[in-house]
């Protein structure tokens, strides 16, 4: 872990990005998280690309970890990621990249291989299947308390949320996501409740795992979170 870097790239009228770094090598791997991730998602996978000689990127996007907050987290969109995205390459001088995303970071993956694919010399993803550009309508088709449906109304989330430290709604969330069954609320219940304080977290996860997590959405707050992907 000390021998990742970290630096801030102003990209957009003062907007700093954070951008954590290691290796050297002539070709650049970036990686692009998901929710509730940061840049340390990508920890393990950075140091054994750099041990195989490449340089690898991860950002926090807009409004996540380390970066700048926008001016209004309401208004955050894809494309604001897709911008920032080229700002990064070209603040760095990076010509093409090759990309590795996960979860919704798969879908700014996606857009910008389509966008720029004079930048691309590749991608990997995990977790999200290609959709063509556009606006998507699955979420018409999903219960009403599964947790993106939920997380898709403006100000419920956040009022669940809320009712927690930063460190306990990564917990909850990270817990839900690790088992097998989809997490699906009552119609009298938050999906914060789904989770019983006394489950333990699951095992590829510590606790110093989650402590670097829930400092990092202590700072960024869960604002831009919710209205990139979800809404």
Not at 208 to 228: C, H, I, M, R
């Amino acid at each position: 872990m000390d021998q990742i870097q970290h630096k801030f790239i102003d990209v957009a009228r003062g907007l700093k990005l954070h951008l954590a770094e290691i290796g050297c090598g002539p070709h650049v791997v970036v990686f692009l998280h998901g929710f509730p991730e940061i840049w340390y998602t990508w920890r393990h996978q950075m140091m054994a690309v750099a041990n195989a000689g490449f340089r690898a990127i991860a950002p926090d996007y807009r409004g996540y970890g380390l970066s700048d907050r926008p001016p209004e987290p309401a208004k955050a969109s894809l494309t604001d990621f897709l911008t920032d995205l080229l700002g990064i390459l070209n603040a760095l001088q990076l010509p093409k990249v090759f990309l590795i995303a996960k979860d919704f970071g798969a879908r700014p993956a996606y857009l910008f291989a389509n966008l720029h694919p004079e930048r691309v010399l590749g991608a990997v993803t995990m977790g999200v299947p290609y959709l063509p550009p556009g606006p998507t309508t699955f979420h018409k088709y999903l219960p009403e308390g599964f947790y993106i449906s939920r997380w898709r109304e403006p100000g419920r989330a956040e009022a669940d949320f809320g009712r927690f430290d930063a460190k306990t709604v990564v917990r909850n969330i990270y817990i839900l996501f690790s088992k097998s069954e989809i997490p699906i609320a009552a119609e009298n219940q938050e999906i914060m409740d789904l989770v019983d304080p006394s489950t333990s977290l699951p095992p590829w996860f510590t606790e110093d795992d989650l402590a670097a997590y829930g400092a990092l959405y202590e700072k960024s707050g869960f604002l831009t979170a919710l209205q990139v992907p979800y809404r």
